[in-house]
């Protein structure tokens, strides 16, 4: 059965896709234009009550949330493709850990930034400065958590990728790229060769080829 995966054109859903890719798990997908609501027809809030993307359909199962969506794929289908949660219970606790920081911690910061430099402008709204400088403030004393996490360990999870590691792939691509802050990157020694190696795998590559993340 191929999963099909709504919205591949935005950086949500991409968490899915690049999960399906490491796991070998067939996939097609299906966009939906959020500027021109799609995301509000009627039909596809049968999918998705709340309007968002992603959602998965894998037959007759029905599944949204980016983080819920790879957790289900990634221990579906744990012994195929990338392991993606550790080996030991230990391990996986750490990869669960680090998935809510991102969730928790790094993930508002930059959705923030998303929202003032790129989206905006682009719907003809006033951008807030002091939004973006908060925001890049506490990205930034996030940054020198995984800048200290790293130097001790490969991947945030342990010496192993994770999607812990993947969850964060989307976001920092805008990071990095449209939003144009790759120096919160590259200024960090550990966290710059952390990015420089995650992006680099074939799984992330392959997801490119959907677009660059917006």
């Not at 949500?12 to 996939?27: A, D, N």
């Not at 299906?30 to 809030?45: A, N, T, V």
């Not at 998935?99 to 923030?112: D, R, W």
Request: proline residues 6%.
């Amino acid at each position: 059965m191929v999963v099909k995966v709504y919205g591949p054109s935005y950086a949500s859903p991409k968490r899915v896709l690049v999960c399906l890719v490491e796991k070998e798990i067939e996939f097609e997908t299906i966009p939906i234009d959020l500027f021109k609501q799609e995301h509000k027809d009627p039909e596809f809030l049968k999918l998705q009550p709340f309007g968002s993307v992603p959602v998965i359909q894998d037959g007759d199962y029905t599944l949204y949330e980016s983080r819920a969506i790879m957790r289900y794929y990634a221990e579906k289908y744990k012994s195929q493709g990338t392991d993606l949660l550790g080996k030991t219970i230990e391990e996986r606790g750490l990869v669960e850990q680090w998935l809510e920081v991102e969730a928790q911690n790094y993930h508002p910061s930059i959705v923030n930034l998303v929202v003032h430099i790129l989206f905006a402008p682009v719907q003809g709204l006033p951008s807030d400065p002091k939004i973006i400088q908060e925001s890049e403030e506490k990205l930034g004393k996030v940054l020198d958590v995984y800048e200290e996490r790293l130097s001790k360990s490969k991947y945030l999870a342990g010496d192993f990728f994770s999607l812990a590691d993947l969850s964060h792939l989307p976001f920092t691509q805008l990071l990095v790229g449209a939003i144009g802050k790759d120096y919160m990157i590259k200024s960090r020694k550990h966290v710059s060769a952390w990015w420089d190696d995650i992006s680099n795998r074939p799984s992330w590559k392959k997801v490119l080829e959907f677009g660059t993340p917006f």
